[in-house]
Protein backbone atom coordinates (compact mmCIF):
# COMPACT_ATOMS: atom_id res chain seq x y z
CA UNK A 1 0.00 0.00 0.00
CA UNK A 2 1.00 3.84 -0.37
CA UNK A 3 1.89 5.55 2.63
CA UNK A 4 3.04 9.01 4.28
CA UNK A 5 5.89 8.62 6.43
CA UNK A 6 9.07 10.15 8.26
CA UNK A 7 11.77 8.32 9.37
CA UNK A 8 13.70 11.32 11.27
CA UNK A 9 12.19 14.29 13.19
CA UNK A 10 12.39 17.60 10.93
CA UNK A 11 10.77 19.72 8.74
CA UNK A 12 7.85 19.23 6.70
CA UNK A 13 10.56 17.75 3.59
CA UNK A 14 11.26 14.41 6.33
CA UNK A 15 7.67 12.97 4.82
CA UNK A 16 8.26 10.61 2.34
CA UNK A 17 5.08 8.86 0.33
CA UNK A 18 6.37 5.50 0.26
CA UNK A 19 5.19 1.79 0.04
CA UNK A 20 4.96 -0.47 2.41
CA UNK A 21 3.36 -4.04 3.01
CA UNK A 22 -0.56 -4.05 3.78
CA UNK A 23 -0.76 -3.89 7.84
CA UNK A 24 -2.40 -7.49 9.83
CA UNK A 25 -4.79 -6.88 12.31
CA UNK A 26 -4.30 -8.12 15.58
CA UNK A 27 -6.43 -8.83 18.57
CA UNK A 28 -8.99 -6.60 18.88
CA UNK A 29 -7.85 -4.50 16.05
CA UNK A 30 -9.41 -3.96 12.64
CA UNK A 31 -8.31 -2.99 9.54
CA UNK A 32 -9.50 0.17 7.81
CA UNK A 33 -9.52 1.21 4.12
CA UNK A 34 -8.38 4.84 4.40
CA UNK A 35 -11.43 7.53 2.49
CA UNK A 36 -9.73 10.13 4.41
CA UNK A 37 -7.39 11.45 7.12
CA UNK A 38 -6.42 15.23 8.35
CA UNK A 39 -3.98 17.49 9.28
CA UNK A 40 -4.68 18.79 12.80
CA UNK A 41 -1.66 21.19 14.23
CA UNK A 42 -0.48 18.78 16.59
CA UNK A 43 0.74 16.45 13.38
CA UNK A 44 3.00 18.70 12.41
CA UNK A 45 4.21 19.40 16.26
CA UNK A 46 4.72 15.27 16.43
CA UNK A 47 6.64 15.35 13.03
CA UNK A 48 9.13 18.23 14.44
CA UNK A 49 10.07 16.65 17.24
CA UNK A 50 8.00 18.91 19.81
CA UNK A 51 6.33 15.98 21.19
CA UNK A 52 8.70 13.26 22.30
CA UNK A 53 8.20 13.33 25.27
CA UNK A 54 4.72 12.89 25.79
CA UNK A 55 4.20 11.50 22.43
CA UNK A 56 7.34 8.61 22.46
CA UNK A 57 6.86 7.31 18.21
CA UNK A 58 8.48 4.18 16.70
CA UNK A 59 10.25 5.38 13.54
CA UNK A 60 9.56 5.31 10.75
CA UNK A 61 6.41 6.63 11.85
CA UNK A 62 2.74 7.52 9.85
CA UNK A 63 0.50 10.69 10.73
CA UNK A 64 -2.85 10.89 10.98
CA UNK A 65 -4.92 10.15 13.92
CA UNK A 66 -8.38 11.01 12.19
CA UNK A 67 -9.71 7.89 10.35
CA UNK A 68 -13.10 7.80 8.26
CA UNK A 69 -13.16 4.95 6.22
CA UNK A 70 -14.73 1.29 5.19
CA UNK A 71 -13.80 -2.01 7.79
CA UNK A 72 -11.58 -4.51 5.78
CA UNK A 73 -10.47 -6.79 8.11
CA UNK A 74 -11.21 -8.26 11.44
CA UNK A 75 -8.51 -9.12 14.10
CA UNK A 76 -9.58 -11.52 16.95
CA UNK A 77 -11.52 -10.91 20.11
CA UNK A 78 -13.27 -7.98 18.23
CA UNK A 79 -16.97 -7.99 18.75
CA UNK A 80 -19.52 -5.53 17.04
CA UNK A 81 -17.82 -4.74 14.20
CA UNK A 82 -18.10 -6.13 10.68
CA UNK A 83 -16.42 -6.59 7.34
CA UNK A 84 -17.75 -3.47 5.15
CA UNK A 85 -18.87 -1.34 8.46
CA UNK A 86 -18.05 2.61 7.72
CA UNK A 87 -16.47 4.23 10.15
CA UNK A 88 -15.30 7.47 12.24
CA UNK A 89 -11.94 7.31 14.61
CA UNK A 90 -9.49 9.02 16.81
CA UNK A 91 -6.61 7.10 16.69
CA UNK A 92 -3.92 6.75 18.86
CA UNK A 93 -0.94 9.18 18.72
CA UNK A 94 1.38 6.87 19.17
CA UNK A 95 0.70 4.36 16.45
CA UNK A 96 0.87 4.61 13.19
CA UNK A 97 -1.94 6.57 12.02
CA UNK A 98 -4.53 7.11 8.97
CA UNK A 99 -2.36 8.81 5.89
CA UNK A 100 -2.31 5.84 3.90
CA UNK A 101 -4.51 3.52 2.03
CA UNK A 102 -4.83 1.29 4.81
CA UNK A 103 -4.92 1.49 8.72
CA UNK A 104 -4.75 -0.51 12.00
CA UNK A 105 -7.17 0.71 14.59
CA UNK A 106 -8.34 -0.43 18.09
CA UNK A 107 -11.83 -1.51 17.68
CA UNK A 108 -12.88 0.09 20.97
CA UNK A 109 -11.57 3.18 19.24
CA UNK A 110 -14.39 3.56 16.20
CA UNK A 111 -17.81 4.70 16.10
CA UNK A 112 -20.17 4.35 13.08
CA UNK A 113 -19.70 7.17 10.17
CA UNK A 114 -22.16 9.42 9.63
CA UNK A 115 -24.69 8.21 6.96
CA UNK A 116 -25.72 12.34 6.17
CA UNK A 117 -22.43 13.57 4.43
CA UNK A 118 -19.66 11.79 1.89
CA UNK A 119 -17.66 9.26 4.05
CA UNK A 120 -14.38 10.80 3.48
CA UNK A 121 -15.56 14.29 4.87
CA UNK A 122 -16.43 12.64 8.19
CA UNK A 123 -12.95 12.38 9.30
CA UNK A 124 -13.00 16.13 9.76
CA UNK A 125 -15.23 15.08 13.12
CA UNK A 126 -13.03 12.70 15.43
CA UNK A 127 -10.09 14.87 16.82
CA UNK A 128 -11.43 18.80 16.80
CA UNK A 129 -15.26 17.37 17.51
CA UNK A 130 -13.99 15.16 20.73
CA UNK A 131 -11.85 18.49 21.85
CA UNK A 132 -15.19 20.74 21.76
CA UNK A 133 -17.11 18.39 23.34
CA UNK A 134 -14.51 17.28 26.47
CA UNK A 135 -13.94 20.98 26.37
CA UNK A 136 -16.95 22.49 26.94
CA UNK A 137 -18.85 19.42 28.66
CA UNK A 138 -16.16 17.03 30.32
CA UNK A 139 -14.31 19.96 31.89
CA UNK A 140 -16.12 23.48 31.38
CA UNK A 141 -19.28 21.73 32.58
CA UNK A 142 -21.12 23.95 30.32
CA UNK A 143 -25.29 24.62 31.15
CA UNK A 144 -27.93 26.55 29.32
CA UNK A 145 -27.87 30.01 29.92
CA UNK A 146 -24.53 30.49 30.76
CA UNK A 147 -22.13 33.47 29.05
CA UNK A 148 -19.24 32.04 27.48
CA UNK A 149 -16.91 33.62 25.53
CA UNK A 150 -14.27 31.56 23.01
CA UNK A 151 -10.80 33.08 21.87
CA UNK A 152 -10.06 31.61 18.60
CA UNK A 153 -13.79 30.52 17.38
CA UNK A 154 -12.51 31.01 13.60
CA UNK A 155 -10.32 27.78 13.89
CA UNK A 156 -11.77 24.08 13.16
CA UNK A 157 -12.37 23.28 16.74
CA UNK A 158 -14.19 26.51 17.45
CA UNK A 159 -16.87 26.11 14.95
CA UNK A 160 -17.72 22.80 16.44
CA UNK A 161 -17.33 24.56 19.95
CA UNK A 162 -19.61 27.48 18.64
CA UNK A 163 -22.69 24.67 17.42
CA UNK A 164 -22.35 22.69 20.67
CA UNK A 165 -22.64 25.44 22.82
CA UNK A 166 -25.22 27.30 21.26
CA UNK A 167 -27.35 24.25 20.78
CA UNK A 168 -26.76 23.63 24.81
CA UNK A 169 -28.41 26.93 25.30
CA UNK A 170 -25.22 28.78 26.38
CA UNK A 171 -25.25 32.85 25.20
CA UNK A 172 -22.00 32.81 23.09
CA UNK A 173 -19.54 35.20 22.24
CA UNK A 174 -16.94 34.30 19.94
CA UNK A 175 -13.94 35.72 18.91
CA UNK A 176 -12.76 35.99 14.92
CA UNK A 177 -10.73 37.57 12.00
CA UNK A 178 -12.06 39.62 9.21
CA UNK A 179 -11.61 36.67 7.55
CA UNK A 180 -13.81 34.13 9.58
CA UNK A 181 -16.04 36.46 11.33
CA UNK A 182 -19.08 35.24 8.66
CA UNK A 183 -18.34 31.86 9.53
CA UNK A 184 -18.42 31.93 13.14
CA UNK A 185 -21.40 34.07 13.45
CA UNK A 186 -23.20 31.20 10.93
CA UNK A 187 -21.93 28.61 13.17
CA UNK A 188 -24.93 30.29 15.78
CA UNK A 189 -22.42 32.67 17.90
CA UNK A 190 -24.78 35.42 19.55
CA UNK A 191 -21.98 38.20 19.24
CA UNK A 192 -18.74 37.99 17.06
CA UNK A 193 -16.03 40.50 18.33
CA UNK A 194 -12.97 41.08 15.49
CA UNK A 195 -10.23 40.69 17.83
CA UNK A 196 -8.12 42.39 14.49
CA UNK A 197 -9.43 45.72 14.80
CA UNK A 198 -11.41 45.74 18.78
CA UNK A 199 -10.10 45.47 22.92
CA UNK A 200 -11.86 42.33 23.82
CA UNK A 201 -11.82 43.45 27.61
CA UNK A 202 -13.26 46.42 26.77
CA UNK A 203 -15.61 45.32 24.00
CA UNK A 204 -17.20 42.17 26.49
CA UNK A 205 -19.33 44.39 28.87
CA UNK A 206 -20.28 42.15 31.38
CA UNK A 207 -18.63 38.85 33.19
CA UNK A 208 -18.66 35.67 31.66
CA UNK A 209 -19.02 32.34 33.46
CA UNK A 210 -16.70 30.39 30.82
CA UNK A 211 -13.54 31.35 28.89
CA UNK A 212 -12.76 28.76 26.30
CA UNK A 213 -9.64 30.07 24.81
CA UNK A 214 -7.74 28.21 21.76
CA UNK A 215 -6.18 30.53 20.37
CA UNK A 216 -2.13 31.06 20.63
CA UNK A 217 -2.37 34.33 22.64
CA UNK A 218 0.77 35.76 24.72
CA UNK A 219 0.34 35.17 28.19
CA UNK A 220 -0.52 38.60 29.07
CA UNK A 221 -3.38 38.72 26.65
CA UNK A 222 -4.67 35.12 28.32
CA UNK A 223 -5.07 36.89 31.87
CA UNK A 224 -6.11 39.62 31.01
CA UNK A 225 -8.99 37.50 29.25
CA UNK A 226 -9.14 35.73 31.92
CA UNK A 227 -10.16 38.87 34.00
CA UNK A 228 -13.34 38.62 32.16
CA UNK A 229 -14.76 35.28 34.06
CA UNK A 230 -16.57 35.72 37.09
CA UNK A 231 -16.08 34.53 40.47
CA UNK A 232 -16.42 31.09 40.41
CA UNK A 233 -16.06 30.76 36.80
CA UNK A 234 -13.64 28.78 34.97
CA UNK A 235 -10.87 29.04 32.22
CA UNK A 236 -10.76 26.50 29.38
CA UNK A 237 -7.24 25.81 26.74
CA UNK A 238 -6.74 23.72 24.44
CA UNK A 239 -2.97 25.77 24.45
CA UNK A 240 -1.52 23.45 26.21
CA UNK A 241 2.44 24.72 25.83
CA UNK A 242 0.88 27.73 27.62
CA UNK A 243 -0.80 26.97 31.16
CA UNK A 244 -4.29 28.51 31.58
CA UNK A 245 -4.30 31.43 34.50
CA UNK A 246 -5.92 30.73 37.59
CA UNK A 247 -7.44 32.62 39.95
CA UNK A 248 -7.48 31.30 43.68
CA UNK A 249 -9.04 34.22 45.25
CA UNK A 250 -11.73 34.89 42.72
CA UNK A 251 -12.56 30.78 42.47
CA UNK A 252 -11.93 30.57 39.02
CA UNK A 253 -10.41 27.28 38.03
CA UNK A 254 -7.80 26.43 35.11
CA UNK A 255 -7.91 23.77 33.04
CA UNK A 256 -5.45 22.36 30.16
CA UNK A 257 -7.49 20.36 27.83
CA UNK A 258 -5.61 17.17 26.25
CA UNK A 259 -8.25 15.65 24.12
CA UNK A 260 -8.70 11.96 24.36
CA UNK A 261 -10.36 9.29 22.23
CA UNK A 262 -13.82 8.46 23.29
CA UNK A 263 -16.31 6.01 20.84
CA UNK A 264 -19.23 7.26 22.76
CA UNK A 265 -19.18 10.53 23.00
CA UNK A 266 -18.02 10.65 19.02
CA UNK A 267 -21.03 8.41 18.60
CA UNK A 268 -22.99 11.43 19.94
CA UNK A 269 -21.15 13.39 17.70
CA UNK A 270 -22.39 11.18 14.81
CA UNK A 271 -26.35 11.34 15.66
CA UNK A 272 -26.33 15.51 16.23
CA UNK A 273 -24.30 14.94 12.66
CA UNK A 274 -26.92 13.11 11.15
CA UNK A 275 -29.72 14.95 12.82
CA UNK A 276 -28.33 18.31 11.20
CA UNK A 277 -27.53 20.04 14.41
CA UNK A 278 -23.68 19.66 13.67
CA UNK A 279 -22.09 20.57 10.59
CA UNK A 280 -18.95 18.98 9.04
CA UNK A 281 -17.42 21.83 7.60
CA UNK A 282 -14.13 21.25 5.57
CA UNK A 283 -12.38 24.26 3.67
CA UNK A 284 -10.06 22.09 1.24
CA UNK A 285 -9.50 18.05 0.32
CA UNK A 286 -6.10 17.12 -1.17
CA UNK A 287 -4.91 14.56 -2.40
CA UNK A 288 -2.14 12.03 0.28
CA UNK A 289 1.15 12.85 -2.29
CA UNK A 290 0.23 16.58 -1.65
CA UNK A 291 0.35 15.83 2.16
CA UNK A 292 4.05 17.28 2.85
CA UNK A 293 2.82 20.80 0.95
CA UNK A 294 -0.15 20.67 3.51
CA UNK A 295 2.42 20.41 6.92
CA UNK A 296 5.03 23.14 5.18
CA UNK A 297 1.73 25.40 4.61
CA UNK A 298 0.70 25.21 8.23
CA UNK A 299 4.18 25.63 9.25
CA UNK A 300 4.26 28.88 6.70
CA UNK A 301 0.87 30.28 8.54
CA UNK A 302 -0.65 29.94 5.63
CA UNK A 303 -3.25 27.23 6.37
CA UNK A 304 -7.27 27.82 7.53
CA UNK A 305 -9.94 25.50 8.43
CA UNK A 306 -9.97 22.15 8.13
CA UNK A 307 -8.27 20.13 5.40
CA UNK A 308 -8.87 16.31 4.82
CA UNK A 309 -6.14 13.83 3.20
CA UNK A 310 -7.37 11.59 0.86
CA UNK A 311 -5.36 8.42 -0.52
CA UNK A 312 -5.56 7.21 -4.42
CA UNK A 313 -7.81 5.01 -3.46
CA UNK A 314 -10.62 6.63 -1.81
Keep these: ?19 VDEPVPGTGQVRVRVAA ?17 PMPLTLPHTPGVDVAGTIDALGEGVDGLEIGDQV ?3 LPFVDDGASAEYVLAPAESLAAAPTSIPLADAAA ?29 GGA ?37 DHTSTELTTAVTEPVDIL ?21 GVVVSTTVWMPAPADEERGVRAIDVFVRGDAKQLSELVARVDRGELIVDVTERV ?28
Excluded: C
Design 1 to 19: MKTVRFHEYGAPDVLRYEE
Design 37 to 53: TTFNGVDGNIRAGFMQG
Design 88 to 90: VGF
Design 125 to 153: LPVVGLTAWQALFDHAELRAGQRILISGA
Design 157 to 193: VGGYAVQLAKATGAYVIATGSPRSGEHVKAAGADEVI
Design 212 to 232: LNLAPISPAEFTALAGLVRDG
Design 287 to 314: PLTDLASVHARAAAGTLSGKVIVLPATA
